[in-house]
DNA sequence: TGTAATGTTTACCAATCGGTCAAATATCCG
DNA sequence: CGGATATTTGACCGATTGGTAAACATTACA
């Protein structure tokens, strides 16, 4: 008798591994596209080429599948904001904040997505997340950002909203994909779309946080 | 033997006004807060005060309530757009445009999540809308911004791109609200975060787009 | 190689899904 | 009033849901 999804061994098998990364690839296909109550189990059995009760095996509820998501996820999602450092030239570290941010939206949409579901429907799976991690560390920079603002470096203005609005207008690139491509229209929805939008937004954000008097 | 919906009677019952009305108000509650498929009619019909069978009634299949609800949230949710005004200031135009996207944000969050649900799960039930209507209204519209820029009134940049960010950053605060308000914490979080966003996104707007050299 | 542990599948379950039906009830109007 | 029409409901349907049980197959390793 089996005693499932890793509680026995230690050590994870390789078929383990391998089958997990299986799953939680597939989950986040199924997950991103159509948020938790909206996926089946058995979607995701499907689009992971295998059975079921075999998903079941390594992991016991649908529930357990997507928190095992969320965390893989959620780390390298902050990344970028992460590397937001404070000694650094504060225009610099905006522009590249705003390209990385960018470029994850352009490369992985489906991540995007996933988190924009879960926050979208009030977030009941990842609530202490938002109110932890992801407010400490947000705490922390927009400190960083407010003294650039008091030395002058960058306009007065309200770190928060500020982070907001980056994360808002280069998410939505990822999330609201459908709506930009039906709005460009074929000929300007081709992958170009994403450097146009890295020219307009570092010309937005540059210019609109350039200290007065400059 | 009663032809349901409407179809016998060319006017509409003082009944079938009210309940319809009573149905597609629960629907948009549900709609908003859980995606079309994550939604079920039994959810509707209990925030709604009536039995499944009753809603049935009126409106013959869970798509046809959310198509109805879709068609009548649309006209109102795009009347923002649509006042942009050709021959009105530049900058007081962005500026009132930003306003009041802001206060549907705030006086209408469930209309925006209802959007945001369906864009994010690939619009499959307004596909035609995004690329009709919508791609029409945000041509019209660019044209505008691209008058204003050729003859130096703002800084020269991308028209499209420009709507994106004022549509992103806006909704954000109606679509993303439990992260805004987990980020914000407790002290923050009360009902003037709308208007620290409105001073920060005018201020980012107005100066990010103020034309070289003035 | 043998065997215990691990992995996979078929068959199934109760609950819930969207939706139907016929009977019961309420409303309208002459 | 009374009958026609409009509205409402409980009981029910087949399909799908998340999840289980147990038999079966494969792998790892002494």
Redesign the pocket.
């Not at 008798?1 to 499932?4: C, G, K, N, S, V």
């Not at 295998?50 to 075999?54: G, L």
């Not at 016991?60 to 529930?63: F, L």
């Given at each position: 008798?089996?005693?499932?999804r890793?509680a026995?061994?230690l050590r994870?098998?390789?078929?383990?591994e391998e089958?997990e990364e299986q799953i939680l690839e597939a989950a986040l296909d199924v997950f991103s596209a159509r948020g938790f109550r909206g996926?089946?189990?058995?979607?995701i059995a499907e689009v992971a080429g295998?059975?079921?009760?075999?998903l079941?095996?390594?992991f016991?509820?649908?529930?357990a599948m997507h928190r095992a998501l969320i965390d893989r996820v959620l780390y390298t999602w902050l990344e970028p904001l992460r590397a937001f450092d404070a000694e650094g030239n504060p225009e610099e570290e905006i522009r590249s904040y705003i390209r990385r941010k960018l470029e994850m939206a352009r490369d992985f949409p489906r991540e995007s997505r996933l988190f924009a579901n879960e926050v979208l429907q009030g977030a009941p799976h990842i609530e202490d997340e938002l109110k932890g991690p992801l407010k400490e560390l947000v705490d922390e920079k927009a400190e960083v950002i407010r003294a650039w603002t008091k030395s002058g470096k960058i306009a007065e203005c309200d770190p928060y909203h500020l982070i907001f609005s980056i994360w808002s207008t280069t998410q939505h690139y990822a999330d609201f994909d459908v709506q930009v491509r039906a709005v460009l229209g074929q000929e300007h929805a081709g992958e170009g779309r994403f450097e146009d939008a890295a020219r307009f937004l570092e010309q937005l954000f540059i210019g609109g946080l350039r200290p007065e008097g400059s």
């Open positions: 008798m089996a005693i499932p890793a026995k061994t994870r098998t390789r078929i383990q089958k996926s089946t189990i058995d979607q295998m059975s079921k009760p075999n079941l095996y390594y016991r509820t649908k529930e």
